[in-house]
């Protein structure tokens, strides 16, 4: 390969990687003026800034501002709106009272109806909620009216669910699912959720039969900027799932839609998730998606999309979605095996490879892969290690997380790129035999283990190609093998990205090793370049830049504010109390009142209440005795009904509270219901995990009552909250530093009371 070419092949290979991210999202232009039939995104954020001004949790103030605002506005639209309220618990045991908002657009059958749903609640306690899920909220009420603009009549039955209590435990779906009675109606969901503020905006399907129709539906409706794979699918349907369609499929067997946009994941459940840090383009991408597929399916037989059928499918720039059925799998999978075969042995018989230097080409492959591995299994232990303050960034993924997966990313070349330029006397075409084997072998494990992964198989027989290419000619096309990496650039690269930042920086492993996979897939390209210690050294040093980079961004500002957590527990069993803080990385304004001289943190260790990530309290040190008012706890009835202990118990709030959390002794019950919600049958165990959560509005009590054997020794322990330490009469704490907010997950900025009663 000349100079020229080698040069060439690798701007090439730049701009390929670079198009494969840029292309799967639309931009963003002003559209305010853009025709009424259009999906407008500046139009939609108007909806997203109102939303989003404040925290606008159930039981907060905000929260029925904002669900006015959408009655409002559906109204504008001509559509009657319902509010259905009750209480609902969800399968969490978080009992809440939730407010869901309804509209329809009446189609001309009675076929099944289309639902469009997010959530309009936001999490407790700071979220601004802009685009978790003010967004999804927009993203709706602008594509209903673009719809409505049309003036058209559709078949089927058009329902808007604005849901409440998602945050709390799925609680507005089940209470519309379980209690309202347009849920026999649905045929077809789609979700429209958030985990961050910007990026691309990911399909995910939900459905207990096979995706078949879905896909092929989904396909023939046609949106520009797909995003999605079987992958994301298989792996879905592996884990507990946790949005409102879970509770469509799960209780009623509705299939439907998630799309869901993951990046900037440093903003979800914060106050950062404002107005400002939605990004406009992810915005957009979820506007692309709903307008073909609300035209689609207003019109499309909602009753004929189950089937037994699965798919593979995944999304490349400009051929969109693709998809085959599962069936394909073993043969696509036996014809790569057998043409890997045949080349590799015709290539022996006619001395255009080399039996002795393919085994020697293992060599390189399986070292980059092992020390690429170990790169990034260890790198965000080490990352905790130097920067302590990460710690206390819960999900895991740091502000500075995007320059880490560039620094490992580039870390992972220079060691590929490296460990190769020691194997230089290799010729290219033995090198090739390695990288097809690991894909094969892949593939063939995601054909008994992950079927969603097979469509592994489609850059295998790119290479294949480039395989005969470079085993035949002695000076092949450099620009025909460029164009046979497209498939393995387009669909898999965006993966480097993916895994870290939806899952946090633990997962750098997968863009370390994913890296070096992909490395190796080019090889066709990569062994004709002669100075391969050069291009190792340059990434050496730029991911050294990277590092440093991330460095001197480690810190905190205002834009990018460190979590911070602080509590005030009164035990009103003992009349003491503290200061407590979840913060492993004290800053000044924690250390006002706890720090690692203090009481240690165990005297708390069983008194911290239930958490996304069962975090603990770190530090905690005693405190004055403040005057708050303990909760007034009344045990209304006390009998034998049939020989069995029926026991009513009411709890008062005594001050503006939030929440209420009761955790019991080893004792199992035969029924527990709370205000008059029956809860699930893991409250019931004879655990001393949580029995239940009360998010309360209104300072409404808590009502429960217990079915149990006679002379049980019953021990229940309650755990009163309040978000407002910050503002209560009773306090004097200053406001946090502007580098600083509250920690999500957690209780926080919380006056919490504990009291233990035995019945």
Aim: hydrophobic share 45%; proline share 5%.
């Amino acid at each position: 390969m000349s100079k020229i070419a080698r040069i060439l092949t690798l701007i090439l290979l730049l701009l390929a990687i670079y198009f494969s991210f840029i292309a799967i999202m639309p931009t963003y232009s002003a559209d305010k003026d853009s025709a009424l039939t259009n999906f407008s995104t500046d139009r939609a954020l108007k909806h997203v800034a109102e939303i989003g001004k404040e925290p606008h949790a159930v039981g907060f103030k905000a929260h029925a501002d904002v669900k006015n605002y959408i009655v409002a506005e559906l109204q504008k639209l001509g559509l009657k709106t319902t509010v259905q309220e009750g209480y609902t618990a969800g399968d969490w045991g978080n009992l809440s009272y939730a407010s869901n908002i309804l509209a329809k657009i009446k189609g001309k059958t009675s076929n099944k109806a289309l639902l469009l749903l997010s959530h309009y609640d936001s999490n407790p306690h700071s979220s601004l909620g802009a685009s978790d899920a003010g967004s999804g909220v927009a993203t709706i009420l602008e594509s209903i009216r673009a719809y409505l603009e049309e003036n058209k009549t559709p078949t089927n039955d058009i329902i808007i669910l604005l849901s409440d209590g998602e945050e709390l435990g799925l609680n507005g779906a089940e209470l519309f699912v379980n209690k309202h009675p347009w849920a026999k109606d649905v045929g077809l969901v789609l979700n429209f959720e958030a985990r961050g503020s910007g990026g691309p905006s990911y399909m995910l399907i939900e459905t207990n039969q096979g995706n078949g129709k879905l896909i092929e539906e989904f396909t023939a409706a046609n949106p520009e900027y797909p995003v999605a794979n079987s992958l994301a699918y298989s792996i879905y349907k592996m884990l507990p799932n946790d949005t409102d369609l879970t509770v469509f499929r799960e209780d009623a067997d509705i299939q439907g839609f998630n799309f869901a946009f993951i990046d900037d994941h440093f903003d979800y459940h914060t106050e950062k998730d404002n107005y400002e840090r939605l990004d406009k383009k992810t915005l957009a991408h979820q506007g692309s998606y709903l307008m073909p597929l609300l035209r689609h399916f207003a019109d499309t037989d909602l009753s004929a999309l189950k089937t037994n059928e699965d798919a593979i499918y995944f999304t490349a720039p400009v051929f969109k979605t693709v998809s085959y059925p599962f069936s394909w799998i073993w043969p696509m999978f036996a014809i790569a095996v057998v043409l890997f075969i045949v080349i590799t042995v015709l290539g022996l018989k006619n001395k255009t490879l080399d039996a002795k230097e393919i085994i020697v080409g293992f060599a390189p492959l399986l070292i980059s892969i092992l020390i690429t591995g170990v790169a990034g299994y260890f790198s965000w232990t080490l990352l905790k290690v130097m920067y302590p303050q990460y710690k206390d960034i819960l999900h895991g993924f740091t502000y500075n997380g995007y320059t880490y997966i560039a620094a490992f990313t580039l870390l992972a070349l220079a060691i590929c790129f490296y460990i190769y330029h020691k194997f230089k006397k290799l010729k290219t075409p033995n090198l090739v035999v390695a990288p097809l084997f690991i894909w094969l072998v892949i593939s063939g494990l995601a054909a008994v283990y992950l079927k969603g992964a097979s469509y592994t198989i489609v850059p295998v027989f790119a290479l294949l190609v480039s395989f005969v290419i470079v085993s035949n000619q002695k000076k092949p096309n450099p620009y025909l093998l460029f164009f046979l990496t497209l498939p393995v650039i387009t669909i898999f690269a965006p993966f480097v990205k993916m895994f870290p930042v939806g899952l946090g920086l633990k997962m750098l492993v997968a863009s370390t090793v994913l890296t070096t996979l992909l490395f190796v897939a080019i090889t066709p390209i990569f062994g004709f370049y002669k100075h391969k210690n050069r291009l190792a050294l340059l990434l050496f040093i730029l991911s050294l830049g990277g590092f440093a980079m991330a460095h001197f961004n480690s810190g905190f500002t205002k834009d990018n504010a460190k979590p911070s957590s602080l509590l005030y527990v009164l035990d009103a069993n003992t009349n003491t109390a503290k200061w407590a803080t979840y913060d492993s990385y004290l800053t000044e304004w924690t250390a006002q009142y706890v720090d690692d001289t203090k009481t240690s943190p165990k005297e708390l260790a069983n008194t911290t209440i239930s958490s996304k990530y069962n975090s603990s309290f770190n530090y905690v040190a005693n405190a004055a005795i403040k005057k708050v008012a303990v909760p007034k706890i009344e045990k209304t009835q006390d009998t034998l009904i049939n020989n069995k202990r029926h026991l009513k118990i009411c709890i008062t709030p005594q001050r503006n509270v939030n929440r209420l959390d009761i955790y019991k002794n080893n004792v199992a019950l035969e029924q527990a219901v709370v205000n008059g919600v029956a809860l699930p049958d893991y409250s019931l165990l004879d655990s001393t995990s949580k029995f239940m959560t009360h998010y309360i509005s209104n300072n409404n009590y808590t009502e429960i009552s217990l079915i149990l054997e006679p002379n049980t020794p019953l021990e229940l322990t309650f755990f009163e909250a309040s978000n407002d330490l910050l503002t209560n009469e009773h306090f004097s704490i200053p406001a946090r530093p502007e580098n600083e907010i509250p920690m999500p997950f957690v209780l926080n900025d919380a006056i919490l009371i504990i009291k233990t009663v035995k019945f």
